[in-house]
């Protein structure tokens, strides 16, 4: 659990357990090492559809499984210097109701992102994905509403930002934001290691980075000098508003 800070902040909505160190792990550290409070939400543990390797282990129970993934995402946010809260609703199927909309709305006000990170708006190949970014983005809506809880102090409009899923092409997502997270690379990549019950990831987020991290190379301006090694892809939803376009 996270309060209120004076420093900047950034909100992570993650469906399962393991979603936000794949996909925003490097985003996460680099904004803890700007200076970000960085706070993550995990909507379930994934611990029906995304922890086979520990079903297989034989012996095993529903509550078992969310202990350990539990502890494995505490363990990762904490390789990220993040904080994290687990709603443990539930998945595959994960359903939310008015009670865990709202519960997410007090998240949104206590820590005043300046920045929200997410899901792809579609994901046919898993249909918590997209719950949970309809999720983050109504609650985003009712955390502005000024007759939300009257009183409280209202959020502003903070970016959100869909990070890469794990088939891009068949979820529509195109990024159009490259983050160069070189720096942080070590950081995000002490928190895969700590996802054991999915260690065949490991290998292919990594490779995804370096993908991207290839291809923010190739955009930056002809007179950058940095080495761009890693990166992370995301999609934006709303414009940007900017003084300049360089």
Known sequence: MTV??????????????ADFVWRAGGAIALHTRQGYAMHIVCLSFGERGESAKLWRQ????EEKVKAARREEAEAAAAALGATVEFFDIGDYPMRADKDTL?????????VQPEFVLTHSLKDPYNY??????????????IAQAEGH????????APPVYCFEPHQPEQCQWRPDVLLDITEAWDDKYRAIQCMAGQEHLWEYYT???????????RNIGITAKKNIKYAEGYQSIFPRVTENLA
């Open 58 to 61: 034989g012996n095993m129970s």
């Open 128 to 141: 918590d994905h997209p719950l949970a970014t309809d999720l983050a983005q109504e609650a985003r809506i």
């Open 207 to 217: 490779r995804v980075a370096l993908q991207r991290g290839v291809q923010a190379k």
């Open 102 to 110: 709202f519960r997410l709305v007090d998240v949104y006000r206590r």
């Open 149 to 156: 809880n009257p009183g409280e102090t209202i959020v502003g």
């Open 4 to 17: 209120a800070s004076s420093s900047p902040a950034g909100l992570v909505v993650s469906a399962h357990s």
